[in-house]
């Protein structure tokens, strides 16, 4: 049901029919579409036939195809921004994957003003400091609620990539806001995820992030660099470094020079999705621009949380309307 209620195009009698969609697919995609039902996404190798837009940081296509169409009760809709076979082999292989522009930019303006005068935010703010004592603010919860926040964590364009690089259905852990003020914002040390979580009672490692950038993100305003590949490490110990909690940093002066070090250069309403293991880190901000930005984890259904380090909702995320974002912004006219 949740593939019907998600992708109305999909009937109970069978696939949609979608301009060029190959014919001797159909029969094979009857059964393999009820199979992924689950997932509450489009089975990832309809995604390739359609020849959906996907771009990975280190794979980019420079003849990019035309969006494919969907036709719906007489209205031309854009099929969303699903990750295909190739950006799933590039997480798998790089540990990360970037959707470029997930997000409009009415939708980034309608989260920028929530970030600057929204209660939640403003109510979960805190600040950490990194080895040199320099400032950066971040604002967590873990609990969705009634507001902007809760509409783009059940977001599907969010939720099904999610369950596409996992495979399975997916948990919200917890959402945050970053901030790195300009001339002000401090560094974050080198560090996995998983290396909280570990920690936090997470059994295995089958949780990922969604970071969304509401602003330009460029190494001048610190913007976020991977370790390429590092997932492939598995868990290192993570130890205190200023107020925040980074890897070991003999480790970390070992480990750098065998993987490639990427600066995630984003525009506004871009999306890297990136494993927990990803060793991730960004330099202080030394620009006159702000850097900003909405992470939103998810854990695995099937990852328990031992007993006793409870502080994560284990039922199934929601998936709420692809528009949900703009109800919360200016009324038109």
Request: aromatic letters at 8%; charged letters at 25%; a positive charge.
């Amino acid at each position: 049901m949740a593939l019907r209620r998600n992708y109305p195009n999909f009937q109970k009698r069978g696939l949609p029919d979608i301009p060029g969609f190959p014919g001797n697919l159909r029969s094979r995609c009857r059964s393999e579409h009820r199979r992924l039902r689950i997932l509450g996404a489009v089975p990832i190798f309809i995604m390739k036939s359609l020849r959906t837009r996907t771009q990975c940081l280190n794979l980019r296509d420079s003849d990019q195809p035309e969006k494919p169409q969907l036709w719906q009760k007489g209205r031309k809709m854009e099929l969303p921004k699903t990750l295909d076979p190739d950006g799933v082999a590039g997480f798998r292989r790089n540990g990360y994957v970037l959707l470029d522009n997930l997000f409009s930019e009415a939708e980034v303006r309608i989260l920028l003003d929530a970030v600057e005068t929204g209660a939640r935010v403003a109510e979960n703010t805190r600040a950490t400091s990194d080895a040199s004592g320099k400032s950066s603010r971040l604002a967590i919860w873990h609990e969705l609620g009634n507001d902007i926040w809760t509409a783009v964590s059940t977001c599907p364009r969010i939720v099904n990539n999610i369950r596409i690089l996992l495979g399975e259905e997916v948990a919200f852990f917890h959402g945050k806001v970053m901030f790195k003020d300009a001339h002000e914002g401090g560094a974050w040390e080198w560090h996995q995820d998983y290396g909280y979580w570990y920690n936090q009672g997470f059994v295995f490692p089958r949780m990922i992030s969604a970071f969304i950038a509401l602003d330009e993100c460029r190494p001048e305003n610190g913007c976020l660099r991977v370790l390429r590949g590092s997932h492939h490490l598995g868990r290192l110990d993570h130890v205190r470094v200023g107020t925040q909690t980074g890897a070991e940093p003999a480790r970390i002066e070992g480990i750098e020079p065998l993987f490639d070090c990427i600066n995630c250069e984003m525009s506004p309403g871009s999306v890297l999705f990136f494993h927990c293991n990803l060793l991730h880190s960004s330099t202080p901000n030394a620009s006159s621009r702000h850097r900003r930005s909405f992470i939103i984890c998810y854990n695995a259904l099937g990852n328990p949380q031992l007993a006793g380090k409870k502080t994560a909702d284990q039922s199934p995320c929601p998936v709420g309307p692809d528009d949900a974002i703009l109800e919360y912004g200016p009324a038109p006219g």
